[in-house]
T-cell receptor, first 112, second 114 residues
Framework: GQQVMQIPQYQHVQEGEDFTTYCNSSTTLSNIQWYKQRPGGHPVFLIQLVKSGEVKKQKRLTFQFGEAKKNSSLHITATQTTDVGTYFCAENSGGSNYKLTFGKGTLLTVNP | DADVTQTPRNRITKTGKRIMLECSQTKGHDRMYWYRQDPGLGLRLIYYSFDVKDINKGEISDGYSVSRQAQAKFSLSLESAIPNQTALYFC?????????????FGAGTRLSVL
């Protein structure tokens, strides 16, 4: 099935520093979703990107979808300890919009 | 109360035992999913169901079976558990009418096979 490669696998930052995680696909994606999983918790939906070049913001989080719809990024400005967790991208497989294929995730840790 | 409830939350079992993980939801969603999470491997789809009469294999269905007893209930069985099935298991639901296929996850079941 279609795969999304997510990098980096781990990122440790000092509180206040910025953070970015990237998802890349070899094929054009119909859309991409982002989820956050807090330590010991379950994945929670953050956002979906559909349009080429789309940029969406949620407070300190900025989500981008590439012009070719083959890559996406999540950027956090001025990280806080509450940002700790694993961030996953996920794409709808096979164009059916029925199921998601998740990237392996980026674990973010923040040093206060 | 949680909209997607998984039971048990934790389970330790022995190799060769049959075990069932249960999932129930009050969201009224037709679609339900079972995922497995292993460190460094992300979430991998085991089985999914679009309605009571529909069951589909996912990426890693070998060694697992499922039953959709009702719209609200979707259970995952390990017929003969083996140690490499030790993992965190998540049930999820989605509503196609939302148009986004957002997945709503349960709290997870941590399974250890000794």
């Amino acid at each position: 099935g279609q795969q999304v490669m997510q990098i980096p696998q781990y990122q440790h930052v000092q509180e206040g520093e910025d953070f970015t995680t990237y998802c890349n696909s070899s094929t054009t994606l119909s859309n991409i979703q982002w989820y956050k999983q807090r330590p010991g918790g379950h994945p929670v939906f953050l956002i979906q990107l559909v349009k080429s070049g789309e940029v969406k913001k949620q407070k300190r989080l900025t989500f981008q979808f590439g012009e070719a719809k083959k890559n996406s990024s999540l950027h956090i400005t001025a990280t806080q300890t509450t940002d700790v967790g694993t961030y996953f991208c996920a794409e709808n497989s096979g164009g059916s919009n029925y199921k998601l294929t998740f990237g392996k995730g980026t674990l973010l840790t923040v040093n206060p | 109360d949680a909209d997607v409830t998984q039971t048990p939350r934790n389970r330790i079992t022995k190799t060769g035992k049959r075990i069932m993980l249960e999932c129930s939801q009050t969201k009224g969603h037709d679609r339900m999913y079972w995922y497995r999470q292993d460190p460094g491997l992300g979430l991998r789809l085991i089985y999914y169901s679009f309605d009571v009469k529909d069951i589909n294999k996912g990426e890693i269905s070998d060694g697992y079976s499922v039953s959709r007893q009702a719209q609200a209930k979707f259970s995952l069985s390990l017929e003969s558990a083996i140690p490499n099935q030790t993992a965190l298991y998540f049930c999820a639901t989605s509503d196609p009418k939302q148009g986004k296929n957002i997945q709503y996850f349960g709290a997870g079941t941590r399974l250890s096979v000794l």
